[in-house]
């Protein structure tokens, strides 16, 4: 499980700039680039606890 | 800016975002072979330390200076670099050859009751710091209850409303960090990275509203540029009630914002843990990301919200990010201020209680964040963050140059190293006369009409007044004794 919540963490932080980067190429509208900033997140602060600073089983 | 890492009188190494974790051991013997800590682990640390909440007071501040895209560019690398070679070449070589704290080795020169002097005079520092993280989250309050915010040149407490929302945030924060400091130094370490990304993203957003405002596309570096010096960072005159920032003003910021922990020597109590002295470009990761990336993504929005409005001159992190990158904007705001106040409003109640030490240190947590609480309710801090940064290092240097002065320069002169400890002084009146005097010295050159030295360039001649100082009055002291 721990390679599982570590790969969401990751694609979570990248989704992070992603979503501001396609705001910037016009890709994405403001609205939908925040939402998506929101759920990267929740996604990041959700799974990271999980692993970060755990002892590898 | 790093404020949280400062030494007091129960030395407690800042918890770094990455892995390998300095511990607070060692606090009255030095680090051993064994406990010492590879090059990444300085990287991850000030990375992270260094992106907080105040770089988004000081990035909007610029600002408000009148800074042109040339000075604040060209003045951030030369000042960061400045301040990197500050760390390498003064902090990180005494560091790894004595591994001490700096609490430790003030002792051994200028005596235990000097050292409590220098702890009361960080934990008021602490205080002021920690109420301007609070204020910045208090901001973020503002976006979701309709009250009345401070303005740029607001002082004192504007509206009640304010004045709740401080207390709000400001009395979490405080018994957060009396209950369970560690859990949130966990949190801090988890958000760090998130956090990074998210300053990114505020300098993303803006930047493309900037260009849809211009009615202007940026499909090169030069066209950036174009930009940044006509629209962004214009130059020209500053907004009413602040200092014109030059070149030489940003350098000197950006140089000096850290002077505490470089030139005065906090960060022994870090790199006491590092393998070799050249771990000081570590650094250059909290730097070039926090006070390079992460002022301009804040100066950025601030720019946005004067190009849209210029009448709207408030530096409000919270409104500014939440425009930007919306509720996930707003919780960067939050989790910046409070991450990075609940280990200082931490270590300052563990300054005063050195002072005080049979006082409970869950009460005098609690009481200092009460008064980081009452500090953050005055945005004048926040909003002359750029001065204030600049004295906070002021008041600490004097006592990196005597640390300096004791390791390196004592025997070559003629006096002894460590005298305090040799000496079986409590209190070291060489190193207590030069930390008072340089700062005597330095408030008669900002104060003065003959000189008018801003304060912002006044740490560079002080600490050679302090250099000197240490060493004329340290021979005469010991010869007397």
Redesign the interface.
Known sequence: MRRVFQTISWI??AV??L???L??TDTLA??Q???I??I??LG??VH??LW??RETP | MNVDNQETSEPVMPEPAGAGTPSDEYEREPVPQKALLGFKSFLGMYAGEHCAGTELMIGPLFVAAGVSAFDLVCGLVLGNLLAVLSWTFLAAPIATRARLTLYYQLEKICGRKLVTLYNLANGVMFCFLAGSMITVSATAVGVWVNFDMPSLNDRYPNSIGWVLAVMGVGGLIAIVAAYGYQSVV?FA???A??MV??F??FG??A???FVTANDSEVDSLGDFWELATTSIWKGGEPLPGQTKFTFWHVTFFAWFCNMAMHVGMSDLTIFRFAKKSWYGIATSSGMYVGHFMAWLAASLMYALQLRLDPGNTDVLPGPMAYKA?????L?CVIVAGWTTANPTIYRAGLAFQAIVPKSSRFVVTLVTGGIATVAGMFPGIAMQMLGFVALYGLVLMPMGAVIFVDFWLSRKLGFQDRYAERAGLGFNWAAALTWFLTLGVCVYLVKSKAWDVEIYFVGLPGWFVAVSLYIVLSRMYQRKI
């Open positions: 979570s932080l992070t700039v979503a501001p980067l705001f910037y403001l609205e680039s925040k939402t900033l929101l990267a997140t990041w602060f990271t606890p970060m600073g | 966990k370490n988890i958000a990275p998130w990304l998210v990114l993203a993303i957003v930047l493309r509203q990158c919306g509720v996930a904007g919780l």
